[in-house]
């Protein structure tokens, strides 16, 4: 026996299908458990950190939706006892509340 033949394990697999198949071993699971633990736990590190920034943009247009409505739309308060007419264009008119008429 001066010959050896070798033949290729996924080439006798591929054609013999049937009657072969290719089992590979990992002897080093703790290695790839470690390296899942870590993909996972940066996947969910960015997931949280997407959140985060939607969250501010959300409330940075709130803020921005209430600024506009608060700056836009200055409302006056009226209080009884005031004149009605006090800036240009009042002329004439009468800056104090009229007084009442005691006895008709």
């Given at each position: ?39 996972f736990s940066r996947k969910a590190e960015l997931e949280t950190e997407m959140a985060r920034q939607r969250e501010e943009t ?47």
């Amino acid at each position: 026996m001066t010959q050896v033949t070798s033949i290729d394990a996924y080439w006798l697999a591929e054609l013999g299908s049937v009657f072969y198949s290719v089992k590979e071993k990992n002897f080093d699971e703790r290695g790839n458990r470690r390296q899942a633990d870590r993909e996972f736990s940066r996947k969910a590190e960015l997931e949280t950190e997407m959140a985060r920034q939607r969250e501010e943009t959300a409330k940075q247009a709130a803020e921005a939706a209430i600024a506009v409505k608060t700056s836009g739309a200055s409302s006056k308060i009226i209080v009884p006892g005031t004149p009605r007419h006090s800036g240009i264009g009042a002329g004439a008119r009468v800056l104090q509340t009229p007084r009442r008429r005691v006895g008709i």
